[in-house]
Each structure stands twice: as C-alpha cells, then as structure tokens.
C-alpha cells in the first residue's frame, strides 16, 4: 500500500509538471520549478523506500496531547488564510497568516516580530510579482505595490 501511495505522488507530481510545461511566457518559471522539484523529490523518495525498504519496526508519528490545541490552532489559521485570501489579498493574508502562526509556534509577539515578518512579506510579494510574474489575489495593499512598481518602472 505505501508503494501505491509514492507511485500516486510520483504520478501527480508528472502530471503537475506537463501541466506547467503547457503554459506559456515568463509566468511558466515558478509552477515549473515547484512541480519539478515536487516531481524530483518524490522521485527519489520512492527510489529510497525501493532500495532500503519501510521500516516495520519504527514507532509511528505520535503527538503529545498537550500540543494538539496548538497544532489545531495552526492548521485553522491557515484554513482562514486560505479564505481570506480573495478578501485581503495575498500581502495582507499573508503578513496575518505568518504573524498569528509565529505567535502559536513561539507563543508572543513582539514589534520586531511584527515588522520583520512585514518586511519579509514585502519582499515576497516584490518577488512574486516582479519577478516571477505570479498572479495572486488583490487587495488594496497588493494594489498599491503594483501602482508603485509601475511607477518605478
């Protein structure tokens, strides 16, 4: 069954890169690199497990009990980012998203927090849009980078 399970991701991860070599222009680099590197290191995760076989004697993934309200909190902020994405845009979801996780993983906040992970935001959303020329959901915020980038330009 765990072999069914690395040919499957083997296989979605093919069909993810065919499908990134069918797209065309400047906006083909970033799928094409994350769906090659998807498809490479399924790949050779499968070719591992083939040659050194699974690991029947290892203790299964377990999680502490008192950490599941944290990794529950976690996963919903990231299920909210995913919904508040259209709304806010990708700057905004994104600087929220990475600020309350870092507040789950580390349990505070502090004004450094705040501005490095805005900074480090910013600087994604430059990347995505200057650079790779990745579509991503408007908001006011990510409305503005654009106007000011064209202005740059």
Do not use: H
Request: hydrophobic share 60%.
């Amino acid at each position: 069954m765990r072999y069914a399970f690395c040919g499957m991701l083997v296989a979605l991860s093919a069909a993810l890169v065919w499908q990134a070599i069918q797209l065309s222009g400047p906006a083909t680099v970033y799928p094409l690199v994350v769906t090659s590197g998807a498809l490479i290191f399924s790949l050779s995760y499968a070719v591992m497990r083939a040659v050194n076989g699974w690991d029947e004697g290892a203790v299964p993934f377990a999680m502490p009990r008192s950490s599941l309200p944290r990794v529950t909190a976690f996963v919903l902020v990231w299920l909210a980012y995913v919904l508040l994405l259209p709304y806010g845009g990708f700057i905004l979801a994104t600087w929220l998203g990475l600020l309350a996780s870092l507040a789950i993983v580390r349990g505070r906040l502090g004004l450094v927090d705040a501005m490095s992970t805005a900074l480090f935001v910013a600087v994604l959303a430059l990347l995505m849009k200057a650079v790779l020329y990745v579509p991503v959901p408007q908001g006011w915020l990510d409305q503005s980078l654009e106007i000011l980038l064209y202005r740059i330009r």
